[in-house]
């Protein structure tokens, strides 16, 4: 599955930002989904993940409450809904698409997109 990751921006402190990413390739709805970041100089991290049917979602304790991950199978598409963002958020954003479905087998991934939280 190829995977197209697009919302980012330059943002204040407090802002939002919704990231979206469109998988083409394969069977979306067979795939979890998730979110990871890179910080500079710093490794990636886990963001959020969510399960083949959508529900509530899976979250790294730094964003929980924040960030809100979706998905819509009809488009093939992942979003992820950033608010109150803060200037630790700053990141290169990146999809990924996992085939076996223990959010620990992310094997395709996005170019990322740039997220950028201004003090």
């Known amino acids: 599955v190829q995977l197209q990751a697009s919302g980012g921006g330059l943002v204040q402190a407090g802002g939002s930002l919704r990231l979206s990413c469109v998988a083409s390739g394969g069977t979306f709805s067979s795939y979890v989904m998730g979110w990871f970041r890179q910080a500079p100089g710093k490794e990636r991290e886990f963001v959020a993940g969510?399960?083949?049917?959508?529900?509530?979602?899976y979250y790294a304790d730094s964003v929980k409450g924040r960030f809100a991950i979706s998905r819509d199978n009809a488009k093939n598409t992942v979003y992820l809904q950033m608010n109150s963002l803060k200037p630790e958020d700053t990141a290169i954003y990146y999809c990924a698409a996992d085939p076996v479905g223990r959010l620990s087998d992310f094997d395709s991934w996005g170019q990322g997109t740039l997220v950028t939280v201004s003090s």
């Open positions: 969510i399960r083949w049917k959508g529900g509530s979602g």
